[in-house]
């Protein structure tokens, strides 16, 4: 199989996960914005905040170096993905950097003060945790599905 189809699944995946966290946080933007709240659950609602931190709330203040961060972290994965020729790794990774980017260009383009000013936009309230978004969640699932893979394959390796 060609290099080109085979990266195709992987291109598809990244799209839309950066597509639907963009999406989702206009939404929420548009929504949200008067400081409303939109309750789904007891202990989970809809509720508008920005995080120039790391992801789930944490490192509030620390944008530029968080970027900087993440802009190394998406170069790494790009790599990995170029150097990987399993679909399910490379699907995978896919979800990774494309939760990555969605988070980058809120840093990129969502803020005033200068180069990776922007704050990311948080609207997933879980009140016994953290505020999060969508590109939080592929982020967090594509590292757990990585980490089943590469236990996977090293249970299943000849001893």
Known sequence: MNRTRHLRLPGIILVVTVLLDQLTKWWAEDSLSDGDTFG???TLEFDLAYNS???FSTGSGQGQWVGG???LLCIYLGI????TTDRVRL???A????GALGNLIDRLFRGDGGFLSGEVI???DVSWYAVFNVADMFVVCGCIAYVIVELREHRAAPK
């Open 40 to 42: 789904l659950l007891p």
């Open 53 to 55: 931190g790391f992801s």
């Open 69 to 71: 961060l993440v802009i």
């Open 80 to 83: 990995m993905i170029s150097r």
């Open 91 to 93: 699907s995978v990774l």
């Open 95 to 98: 979800t990774i950097l494309g």
């Open 122 to 124: 948080d609207f997933i």
